[in-house]
């Protein structure tokens, strides 16, 4: 834990300066450095104050102003100055402090015309410096700047409501994602670009689609996840995976603690050997507990504290013995384990879950989940072989291939959702589109008389607004239209699936 600063006596109203509080401003180091002066009124040689913009600009600004309007600067100005190492450290030529900020002049001189009580000017802002803005806003604790951005932000879901809905979607505000949102259901379809999607993650992109699609429960919130986090699929849960076995613990040395409150007794040379930064770690804790900082009353051996749950930190013990012949069968918790591999330097694991992630993601099992965490991952391969099992399944579509007269379904969601880049799931979207497009040119070429969207309607995956369909599915509503209805041209069936086979291997997800 970091210990605060010592505090030194000063003056009555003095002011603190922001390295004191950790909260991420600068003090100006030396009277030298100087900014080009703000407008009216952030030019008055009176303001006690100066707040110094990313760009130097110098807003002469009054503390009281600060105060009323910022509880954030009320507590900074609350706290008393350190003494300064030389007269001019800290000050402009005249005595009045100077503190950096991280914006640059145009965001602040539009939070303080806010807050000043002057007359404000309208002006023209693009959405991008409205956003930067809302930040500001928020990190200051500027009650009224958040307001009256809150109001323009609203104007603009109607005039650009896309945009608008990234921007809200980034700042965290329900209200303005779904005025955003409901003026996007305006339109049909739903055009999503790469460029729309900074900082929004795939959960968001996918509650959007599900709203503009008419899909949304009557309770629907566009910022949080759905009560229930279970990974979608069939995926096998690790309840019988035993835990870091007793034939371990003779001769431990080493106690290592899960966050939950578990202890595992272990032996510092296999985990030193493992991974560098272990025996790092254990070097930091072994010398503590020798010298006597850790009490060893309360523990016959020094003890290392994970961040990792006990099931995840019990397998990585474990690969730090030796290779586990089955590692859990869940997407979650395989996560979790190459996550903390990554994070702990254990390159033999890593390889290990990578293998094992890749076996399974053939297998088709939990494919989205599989999918998000690969490409997250950069494992391109088994990203591609996870996203053709996602074929199999519904995601929400609005795009050019969806038939209207598909009937619909639940469309597949996973928790990784929450913390994958949207451009990772809509190229997924993409990939389906395609596959759909391309698939049903080939039924269109080969005159079968069956239509496309009847096989879908038939088809025993139900898929969702035609967009995910198997070719075993396929073929089960083919024959079954040919014997009980009598389409023609049947004997086209063969080939036309044929070539749907050979286009699945044909498309490629960009990664």
Known sequence: MTTPAPQTSSPPGSLVWPSQLGLGLTETSSMTSTGKTAPAPFDK??????????????????????????????????????????????????NRPVIDVSENSDTLETLLR????????????????MEAEWNAAVKYDMAMPRAVLAKELLKAAYTSPLAAWAVACRVGSEPLVRCAAENLKKTSPLIITEGDLRGITAADLYRLREFHSG?????????????????TGHGIHISGLPLFPERFVCFAD???????????KVHRGFLSTASAMLYTRIQLVLSDWKSGKKNRKIS?????????????????????????????????????????AKKYELDGVCKAVQTQWGEWATRGVDALSFYLVAARLEWKEIAQVAAAHTLSDPLPSSGPHAPSSIPTSNPLYS??????????????????????????????????????????????LSPHDGISFTSS????????????????????????????EKKIGELKVTL
Do not use: W
């Open 114 to 129: 806010i807050c000043y009580p002057i007359e404000r000017q309208e002006s023209v802002r693009s959405l991008a410096q």
């Open 473 to 500: 599915a396929v073929v089960e509503s083919y024959q079954q239209g040919s014997q009980n209805y009598g389409y023609r041209n049947g004997q086209n069936l063969g080939e036309a699936l044929d070539e749907v």
């Open 415 to 460: 928790p990784f959702m929450e913390s994958t880049p949207a451009l990772v799931y809509l190229r997924l979207i993409q990939y389906h589109e395609a596959y759909l497009g391309a698939t049903q040119e080939i039924f269109r070429r080969s005159s079968c008389q069956y239509s496309f969207a009847k096989v879908l309607q038939n088809a025993t």
């Open 215 to 231: 899909r949304a429960p009557a309770v629907f919130h566009f910022l949080t996840p759905p009560n229930s986090t279970t990974v």
């Open 300 to 340: 016959t051996h020094p003890v290392l504290e994970f961040d990792e749950d006990r099931i995840t930190l019990s397998v990585l013990l474990m690969m730090c013995y030796q290779p586990l012949s089955e590692l859990p069968k869940n997407a979650t918790t395989l996560y979790n384990i190459i996550v903390a």
């Open 45 to 94: 040689v009176g303001a006690d104050i100066i707040l110094r913009t990313s760009d130097t600009v110098d807003f002469h600004v009054y503390s009281h102003v600060l105060i009323l309007a910022s509880p954030f600067f009320e507590t900074m100005l609350s706290l008393p100055q350190p003494s300064l190492s030389s007269p001019g450290d800290a000050q402009t030529a005249d």
């Open 254 to 264: 080493l106690i290592c603690r899960s966050s939950d409150g578990y202890e595992f």
